[in-house]
């Protein structure tokens, strides 16, 4: 599908409107004149912001589809009553992905962000470049930036997407500019593999007109890339590190020449690696150092990215989308650096299969919290499997306890927190909202 073949169909129906990813897509196409509706099944803060940008939403599979085109997520199941229906009256039906791939092609320069973590706050961080130094640009975003939400457009000659790896969907992007920020392994259910995982994202980069490639890990720096970057290697480097309680500062050097000196507004080490990502990209775009960090010091974070959503028993209430075993062991690690107390940590596991086929490495990163919560799985899109079970991991862990309310969950972190002491939760399924749930008033 092209962009131009969008505007041959009576209108677009979306069937989950309600996710981050949808939800951008709708206003987008909302923007660009087109008519838009969607369903889904329950309300959120999504589904209210598209009905006040005037695009209906429906709770709910029972209402009619009379557009022509139907766009889905990969969490549809076969058995939805509005695709069952869609399917019978012969409707064109388009993933997600590929109505994404369709929007980007309108636009003349695409930067599309893959890796396993961190394409929130590079894709968000290189949108506040765009934003500082006045470029017409729109941003998709899997997250919501503090300022500019999971969607944001003034102009249309730059884009800048998120490029996700599950099922290859990122495939459907040809960018200016392609980034892989990791390689790292994951979603095990439709890679069987690392060497297939590699592999898409090597189709992937190779769609780009130039690659931009984290040289600190030792696959992404395998790609054919136009420039890479690091704390350790690569073309644009991190220098002359210091932190102040994990928000940190540092000297940008370019092929070794010391170029601009960045102060985030962003806690954690793994940040300055987004940031010289969201660097590297905004110079091959031709944007100057100072422009640059101009737009990286005016970013201020992302919900559900080391978010503090108040208080618990009057400590400090942490919330974090990790939910793989590297960024557990980043985000915790920079908890406790920043924690006079013990981290209090509260574990969602996000899909049977990424927990089962990465077990050994969710023991290892969840190991260093003392007596973490493990709180029932996830499950997405994924039928029980006690394999890759919160249970089952909570089984591997000593000093581990398994917890499956929130009201368990509220008494017993009572029983345990101290006046030092600092509640962590990472996942990312519904653990956010059951956090914000048992919050202080």
């Known amino acids: ?109 695409v930067v599309s962000v893959a890796g396993c973590h961190g394409k929130t706050t590079t894709s968000c961080m290189l949108a506040h470049i765009m934003k500082s130094c006045g470029k017409p640009f729109t941003c998709h975003i899997g997250g919501e930036d503090s300022e500019l939400g999971n969607y944001f457009s003034c102009g249309g000659k730059y884009f800048i997407t998120e490029a996700c790896e599950f099922k290859r969907s990122f495939l459907e992007l040809k960018s200016e500019i392609g980034v892989v920020l990791n390689c790292d392994r994951d979603h095990t259910d439709c890679y069987k593999t690392k060497a297939e995982l590699l592999q898409a994202y090597r189709e992937f980069a190779a769609k780009s007109e130039r690659a931009v490639v984290n040289a600190d890990d030792v696959n992404a720096r395998s790609i054919p890339h136009a420039l890479s970057f690091g704390l350790h290697n690569g073309d644009i480097r991190a220098t002359s590190l210091r932190s102040d309680r994990e928000i940190y500062s540092f000297t940008v050097e370019e092929k070794g020449i010391p170029v601009v000196r960045v102060r985030l507004n962003v806690i954690g080490v793994f940040n300055v690696m987004n940031a010289l990502a969201a660097y590297a990209c905004a110079r091959l775009l031709g944007l100057t150092a100072e422009e640059i960090k101009a737009g990286i010091e005016s970013f ?142």
Request: hydrophobic share 40%.
């Open 1 to 109: 599908m092209n962009f131009a073949e969008i505007g041959s169909f009576s209108g677009v129906y979306f069937i989950g409107i309600g996710g981050v990813s949808m939800s951008a897509l709708a206003r987008c196409l909302k923007d660009r004149g087109f008519s838009v509706r969607g369903s889904d099944a329950q309300e959120s803060n999504f589904t209210q912001t598209l009905r006040q940008k005037g695009i209906p939403v429906h709770i709910g599979e029972d209402e009619e589809i009379y557009e022509d085109l139907v766009v889905v997520t990969g969490a549809i199941l076969p058995e939805h009553r509005q695709f069952r229906e869609a399917v019978r009256k012969k409707k064109r039906i388009v993933s997600r992905a590929e109505l994404l791939g369709a929007v980007a092609g309108d636009y003349a320069h």
């Open 300 to 441: 201020h974070g992302v919900r559900r990215r080391f978010e503090r959503v108040g208080t618990f028993c009057g400590v400090p209430l942490i919330c974090d989308y990790a939910h793989h075993p590297r960024e557990i062991a980043a985000t915790l690690f920079t908890a406790q650096r920043i924690c006079e107390g013990k981290v209090r940590l509260v574990f969602q596991p996000h899909t049977y299969t990424r927990t089962r086929d990465l077990m050994d490495d969710f023991i290892a990163a969840l190991s260093r919290a003392e007596g973490a919560v493990i709180y029932s799985t996830y499950a997405a899109r994924e039928a029980y499997d006690f394999a890759g079970s919160a249970v089952r991991l909570t089984g591997m862990l000593p000093s581990a306890v398994y917890i499956a309310s929130p009201e368990r969950l509220s008494d017993y972190l009572r029983q345990k927190v101290g006046p030092k002491d600092l509640v962590l939760v990472l996942g990312a399924g519904n653990i956010y909202e059951i956090a914000k749930s048992i919050r202080d008033p």
